[in-house]
């Protein structure tokens, strides 16, 4: 009966108030990375900061859909393909602005000027991981940008798999895409396969972190999965530990991906089984929130800000770069996040289904330390719900 409850209360949890602090962790590695130069240690890996949000966007996006077809029937994929659109397009299309603009103005590199206006077109149709390729210490304006459209082309593939997938094909498709995430790029970086053709870079650009949150989702969302989950992950100190875990995987050259993308899905997990785990203090201080909460305009503009500090302030060292670009970001996030976006996040919850009660045992006062407790609505709404 314990698990019962457990089971009912997660279900029945709008808001996992813990990820905003893991977002928050995602944008600090990737924004110390693109900062620092390096490419070893903690802040040579920081890209793999991209690989948290990928498992939090996984796990949070299937939750929602899951939550969807079981309280509604089906799963809307206009009412899907509309809230992704009014949270992500906005913003995206304006810094790509803003882009244009600069590079018009103040770019004195021939090269890079031109390349950028080449490779325009992948940007703006969210295809830059497949036509706009990495070259190594190599500038590349606006590169960053190949993990939205990573996500873009999750968002684009994986609610429609779900809705006209039987029970378990679902589930069974995103084994097959894990598998294909992880045998191509391995397969490219042997010598095994030829890493030119399109197909074998649409292959390479899945995922793992992706389609091992999405499922986890699966895997909590039945009764007899979350009871094997929350076995596993669901002691109050198995955050911090995952939490050490993946700044371990993160720092340490040569920790295999898989691994990584497996750790940071598990942390992920273990922050939305229960409320009460001994990170949820660190998760939830109100800067942490705050920044895990504008992540998405903090990643999106980090590269300007760090570019306007290393003008106005040539030769200074990490820390002053790192501490001045993420000041600057979070003023042009937050002021982006009240004025700007929030207009397109209130046309968004119009087109959010209310999520129906989960059957099952109601939860009892004396278990709600074990388990999560239930957000209000009105604390979902503002404090940017699932998902």
């Known amino acids: ?81 509309g809230r992704r659109a009014l949270r992500i397009f906005p913003l995206y299309y304006a810094v790509i602005a803003v882009y244009v603009v ?26 830059s991981n497949w036509f706009v390729p990495l070259v190594p ?20 593939i994986w609610p429609g798999v779900m809705r006209v997938a039987r029970r378990w094909g679902a589930p069974a498709f995103m084994v097959v895409l894990l598998t294909v995430s992880l045998v191509t790029p391995w397969a490219v970086e042997t010598g095994r396969l030829d890493g030119g053709p399109l197909w074998v870079r649409i292959l390479a650009s899945f995922s793992p972190a992706i389609c091992l949150g999405c499922l986890a989702a699966y895997a909590v969302h039945s009764r007899a999965g979350f009871e094997w989950v929350y076995r596993a992950l669901g002691a109050p100190w198995c955050a911090p530990a ?92 937050g002021l982006s996040y009240r004025y700007f976006e929030s207009r397109f996040l209130r046309i968004k919850q119009r087109l959010t289904l209310e999520p129906k009660p989960p059957a099952g045992p109601a939860p009892e006062k004396h278990v709600q330390a074990a388990v999560p407790s239930r957000a209000t609505p009105s604390a979902a709404t503002a404090s940017n719900p699932v998902p």
Not at 24 to 30: I, Y
Not at 62 to 69: F, I, K, M, Q, V
Not at 105 to 119: C, D, I, P, R, S
Not at 137 to 156: G, H, N, V
């Open 1 to 81: 009966m314990a698990f019962d409850r457990a089971h009912v209360e997660f279900l029945s949890t709008r808001h996992f108030p813990g990820l905003d602090g893991l977002r928050c962790l995602s944008v600090l590695l990737v924004v110390a990375y693109h900062v620092s130069g390096q490419h070893s240690g903690l802040l040579g890996r920081g890209y793999l900061g991209v690989s948290l949000f990928f498992a939090i966007s996984g796990f949070l996006i299937t939750t929602l859909l899951l939550r969807e077809r079981d309280g509604h029937g089906r799963i809307s994929l206009t009412r899907f393909s």
């Open 137 to 156: 210490d190599k500038r590349i304006i606006f590169y960053f940008a190949w993990s939205l459209a990573t996500e873009e082309q999750f968002y684009l």
């Open 102 to 127: 600069t590079v018009l103005l103040l770019e004195k590199g021939v090269q890079e000027k031109a390349e950028f206006f080449a490779n325009l077109p992948a940007f703006l149709t969210y295809t």
């Open 242 to 333: 995952l939490l050490v875990l993946v700044l371990a995987a993160v720092s340490t050259d040569g920790t295999a991906f898989w691994l990584t993308s497996l750790v940071m899905t598990a942390l992920v997990v273990a922050c939305c089984l229960r409320n009460d785990h001994l990170l949820m203090p660190l998760l939830t201080l109100a800067p942490v929130r705050y920044v895990g909460m504008i992540s998405y305009g903090i990643y999106l503009m980090h590269m300007l800000a760090l570019n306007t500090v290393r003008r106005a302030l040539p030769g200074q060292g990490f820390t002053v770069y790192f501490l001045l670009t993420i000041a600057l970001s979070v003023v042009g996030a």
